[in-house]
C-alpha cells in the first residue's frame, strides 16, 4: 500500500508539502473575534427561544445566561486571548501619554474641596 510520501512524491514531485506561516493577529482582532461569537449566541438562542414562543423578556435573559455559559466553556482560547491583550495593553509604559496629567488634574480639583 502507497505512503503519503510516496503519493505526495508521485504527484507533487517532492515529499512534504509547504506549511503556511501564521501572520499575527492584532490584538484588537481578538476582541472582534471573540464579542462577535459571544453575539452570535446570543442571537441564536434568542432566535431559538423566541420560535419555541418563550415571552420575550425571559428569551433575551434565558439567551444571555446561554450565551455566556457556551462561551466561558467552549471558547477559552478567544477568552484568553483577549484577556492576554488586556494584559499587554495596561503594563506597556506607554499607553496614555497624558495619563499622569489627568491623574494629577484630577487630584488637584478632588484636593481643593
Same mark, same amino acid.
Request: glycine fraction near 6%.
Given at each position: ?6 503519493? #505526495? ?8 508539502? $509547504?506549511?503556511?506561516?501564521?501572520? $499575527?493577529?492584532? $490584538? /484588537?482582532?481578538?476582541? &472582534? ?7 452570535? %449566541?446570543?442571537?441564536? +438562542? #434568542?432566535?431559538?427561544? #423566541? %420560535? #419555541? ?8 435573559? +434565558?439567551?444571555?445566561?446561554?450565551? %455566556? ?15 492576554? /491583550?488586556?494584559?499587554?495593553? *495596561?503594563? +506597556? $509604559?506607554? *499607553?496614555?501619554?497624558?495619563?499622569? %496629567? @489627568?491623574? @494629577?488634574? &484630577? ?7
Amino acid at each position: 500500500m502507497p505512503t503519503l510520501d510516496s503519493w #505526495l512524491l508521485h504527484f507533487h514531485g517532492r515529499r512534504k508539502l $509547504p506549511v503556511p506561516r501564521l501572520v $499575527p493577529v492584532k $490584538p /484588537s482582532r481578538y476582541w &472582534l473575534v471573540y464579542t462577535l461569537i459571544r453575539v452570535g %449566541l446570543f442571537a441564536v +438562542a #434568542l432566535a431559538g427561544l #423566541l %420560535l #419555541l414562543g418563550v415571552d420575550p423578556w425571559i428569551s433575551a435573559i +434565558a439567551a444571555a445566561v446561554i450565551g %455566556l455559559c457556551v462561551s466561558y466553556i467552549f471558547f477559552r482560547g478567544q477568552r484568553d486571548a483577549v484577556a492576554t /491583550s488586556i494584559v499587554k495593553v *495596561r503594563a +506597556a $509604559p506607554n *499607553r496614555d501619554l497624558d495619563n499622569d %496629567l @489627568e491623574n @494629577e488634574a &484630577l487630584d488637584r480639583f478632588e484636593g481643593d474641596r
